[in-house]
């Protein structure tokens, strides 16, 4: 997920972390234990530094360490797992 045109106001994190927690939460449910990773980039400093505290009331730890957040427009470990020749 590309967060890069994402506002920082109190009210676009809230709705950012909405979203993204009922994309976690549909995806955990309906796909059980098929997540193998997760990029959030571009992600603007406020929902960085408060995901963990977040999505940890939401998500299961497991899903919780399948997911990365990056302040950048890429993260190192994805290219562990996507071709660079395909984004």
Known sequence: INLDDAGISDKDVQN????????VSFTSNTYRSRL????????????????????SAIVSENTLRKIKISK????????????????
Request: proline fraction near 2%; hydrophobic fraction near 50%; charge should be negative.
């Open 36 to 55: 193998y990773a997760s990029y959030l980039l571009n992600t603007p400093f406020l929902i960085a530094s408060g995901w963990n505290a977040f999505a």
């Open 16 to 23: 950012i972390l909405f979203i993204v927690s009922k994309i």
């Open 72 to 87: 950048q427009s890429s993260h190192e470990d994805m290219w562990k797992h996507i071709d660079k020749e395909i984004v």
